[in-house]
């Protein structure tokens, strides 16, 4: 069956998304290796993400990102205890 339009750039963006997490992991680990502690890294890469988000998105987008990790965040999404079943 072929893939629809929709589906396949909803794998484009997914695979984009992958690469740019190994991207970030290898930035972590380089800073770690550097002496810099996880929680400077952690801001750091917060402020630039935001930076950037607020330069694309504008303000209200910036916000609207916000609300939605916030949500992400009180659902359990990313504590490392997390179980997936």
Same mark, same amino acid.
Do not use: C
């Given at each position: /069956?072929?893939?629809?339009?929709?589906?396949?750039?909803?794998?484009?963006?997914?695979?984009? /998304?992958?690469? =740019?997490?190994?991207?970030?992991?290898?930035?972590?680990?380089?800073?770690?290796?550097? &002496? #810099?502690?996880?929680?400077? #890294?952690?801001? =750091?890469? /917060?402020?630039?993400? /935001?930076?950037?988000?607020?330069?694309?998105?504008?303000?209200? &987008?910036?916000?609207?990102?916000?609300?939605?990790?916030?949500?992400?965040?009180?659902?359990?999404?990313?504590?490392?205890?997390? #179980?997936?079943?």
């Amino acid at each position: /069956m072929e893939a629809s339009l929709k589906e396949i750039d909803e794998l484009i963006v997914h695979e984009k /998304m992958q690469a =740019a997490l190994e991207y970030q992991t290898e930035a972590w680990a380089d800073g770690r290796a550097d &002496g #810099i502690e996880s929680e400077i #890294i952690a801001e =750091a890469a /917060m402020l630039f993400a /935001m930076r950037e988000t607020v330069r694309l998105q504008g303000e209200s &987008g910036a916000e609207s990102l916000l609300e939605q990790l916030k949500e992400r965040i009180l659902s359990g999404e990313f504590s490392p205890n997390r #179980i997936i079943q």
